[in-house]
């Protein structure tokens, strides 16, 4: 099954940009959404269908996707912004929806 | 707005049944375009899709190829509800189950709080 990877942490201080990437074959070609989970909490959908940002996501969260990896960036960080972040795609070859094993952000 | 509240037991034996129900409130579970999913998370791991059903229930609910022995989920119009039953669990299953409402590209836009499910003797 399609497998995607993520690093297990990122470090950035406060009003810096972090970046996370999800790497996948040939990922471009998939359609990829990212969440945030703080401690505690459910997933929250953060960006949809590789660069939509839902309604109440600020602006600073961003996304991109291409060749062999998808990137989250939150620019200007902020306290608020430490949680868990997900990727996820769906895989057509299986129906099965696959998500990655996460990037624990720290603003510090 | 629509919300969901997942509801069942915290604690189920080894190789008993894992029943659980996602109440939707705001809303109806009926919308067209809306499919009901099922996603369960171990402590410290990633989050494990379980399987999905249309909001109509006319099609058949798709299932993780990992799971799809042992699962079923069910909707229920006349209470605005989804279930998921787990069989057979052992302590593998043991984790957080969220309902979620899955969207048309295959994302998830809006999620219950999660409940605990231990599986233990």
């Known amino acids: 099954s399609y497998v995607l990877t993520q690093p297990p942490s990122v470090s950035v201080a406060p009003g810096k940009t972090a970046t996370m990437t999800c790497g996948g074959d040939n990922i471009g070609n998939k359609i990829v959404h990212w969440y945030q989970q703080r401690p505690g909490q459910a997933p929250k959908l953060v960006i949809f269908y590789d660069t939509n940002r839902p309604s109440g996501i600020p602006e600073r969260f961003s996304a991109s996707n291409s060749g062999n990896m998808a990137t989250l960036t939150i620019s200007r960080a902020e306290p608020g912004d430490e949680a868990d972040y997900y990727c996820q795609v769906w895989d057509s070859s299986t129906d099965h929806r696959v998500f990655g094993g996460g990037t624990s952000l720290t603003v510090l | 707005q629509v919300q969901l509240q997942e509801s069942g037991p915290g604690l189920v034996k080894p190789s008993e049944t894992l029943s659980l129900k996602c109440t939707v409130s705001g809303g109806s579970i009926s919308s067209d375009g809306y499919y009901w999913s099922w996603i369960r998370q171990p402590a410290g791991k990633r989050p494990e899709w379980i399987g999905r059903i249309y909001s109509t229930g006319t099609t058949t609910a798709n299932y993780n190829p990992s799971l799809k022995s042992r699962v079923t989920i069910s909707l229920d119009t006349a209470t605005n509800q989804f279930s998921l039953k787990l069989t057979a669990v052992t302590a593998a299953d043991t984790a957080v189950y969220y309902c979620?409402?899955?969207?048309?590209?295959?994302?998830?836009?809006?999620w219950g709080q999660g409940t605990l499910v231990t599986v233990s003797s």
């Open positions: 979620a409402r899955e969207m048309g590209l295959n994302y998830f836009n809006l």
